[in-house]
């Protein structure tokens, strides 16, 4: 199979990596330096520092190449860049391919999720998700992992469960799409919520107060979206929101973190070369919870921090004051 993936940041890179061991694979980038990088010295110094590459992976900057070569089209762009670069790429995609989001993110404008934006952009392609505990750098370091491809389509997750599975990569499928991408998308916002903790200096029982309430969170809208409740059980949901929530490497808690700390938001993403989604998708999740007569404590408060409304500091002070009522549980 020839595989595209375009956007050659942090997880594209490391998805290409994954997948050019048996596939033939060309990442693009819209930095012909980093293209460069990739095809001369196998390395993507910018997004993956000190991590060397497999000399089988070719890059490109030209999307007309990568797209209209591809025979399976894998989406590597955040969520904010998601529809822009497949229509600027679309009437070069070969008919049928199926095409694979990489994104954790909702449309900041329609709150739509990425395999939907692929089903109106590319309508009678299969779409797919690959979402699960699986931050970049532990994964091309080799480290043991599982994640899931989310589609409707039985042909097309195990075509692609082939294509991604490598070494200690176990690659599960799951056909409740909505849940497992709104899993991917919303941990983000928890994920801040966790880093301002570890910013103010709380301990593990406030982790856990976190993760536990964010878990009932995100299950509560992407039901009432139409997920399943056993999806945010597992990898999608509760597996990746521990991962992302304790993980030094994930750049939402890095957000949550130096807000935690006292800083600006805009200081800390000013100094950021990656891409933290739950910035993005916080005031996504808050219109969502409006739209579906939800609470979400959580989201609506990192929303505030988030628009300087109030600290961190602030908003766990807030918990003195809200009433916590009776845990029904997540589900
Ligand atoms: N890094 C991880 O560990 C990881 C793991 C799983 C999922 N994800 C998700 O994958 C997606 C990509 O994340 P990442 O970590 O690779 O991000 P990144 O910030 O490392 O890289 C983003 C890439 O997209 C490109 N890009 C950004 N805006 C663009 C635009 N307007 N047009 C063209 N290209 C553009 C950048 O040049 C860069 O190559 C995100 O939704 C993220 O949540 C990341
Ligand atoms: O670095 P983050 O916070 O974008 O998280 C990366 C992955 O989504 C973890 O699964």
């Known amino acids: 199979m020839r595989v595209s993936v375009l956007g050659a940041g942090s997880w594209g890179t490391t998805v290409a990596a994954l997948v050019c061991k048996r596939h033939e694979t060309l990442v693009w980038s819209r930095d012909p330096g980093v293209a460069e990088e990739i095809n001369l010295r196998h390395r993507n110094q910018v997004y993956l520092p000190g991590f060397a590459l497999p000399p089988a992976l070719t890059a490109t900057d030209d999307l007309v190449v990568a797209a209209a070569t591809a025979q399976v089209l894998i989406m590597g762009v955040p969520s904010h860049a998601f529809r822009g670069v497949l229509e600027r790429a679309c009437d070069h995609v070969p ?44 994964i091309l370091a080799g480290k043991a992992a599982a994640t899931v491809i989310a589609t409707g389509d039985e042909t097309v997750a195990t075509l692609l469960q082939e294509i991604l599975q490598r070494g200690l990569l176990r690659v599960y499928t799951n056909g409740d799409v ?16 966790a880093g301002m903790a570890e910013g103010l200096g709380v301990g593990d029982n406030t982790r856990a107060a976190v993760i536990t309430r964010g878990l009932a969170e995100l299950a509560q809208l992407g039901q009432a979206m139409g997920g399943q409740a056993a999806t945010f059980a597992g990898l999608t949901g509760l597996g990746d929101l521990v991962a992302t929530c304790l993980s030094p490497y994930s750049r939402n808690r890095h957000v949550g973190e130096q807000l935690g700390r006292g800083r600006k938001l805009d200081d800390v993403l000013a100094e950021m070369i990656t891409t933290a989604e739950g910035v993005r998708t916080t005031p996504v999740a808050v219109r969502l919870g409006d739209r579906h007569g939800l609470e979400l404590p959580i989201c609506r408060t990192i929303h505030r921090v988030l628009t300087g409304e109030i600290t961190a500091r602030d908003a766990y002070a807030g918990l003195r004051h809200s009433p916590a009522g009776t845990e029904s549980g997540p589900w």
């Open 95 to 138: 008919p049928w391919i199926p095409v694979v989001s990489l994104a954790k993110g909702l449309e900041d404008e329609t709150a739509l999720r990425m395999t939907q934006i692929v089903e109106q952009v590319l309508p009678g392609h299969p779409a797919a998700a690959l979402t699960g505990p699986n931050l970049a750098k532990e």
């Open 178 to 193: 909505i849940g497992c991408e709104l899993g991917g998308a919303l941990k983000n916002v928890v994920a801040i919520a």
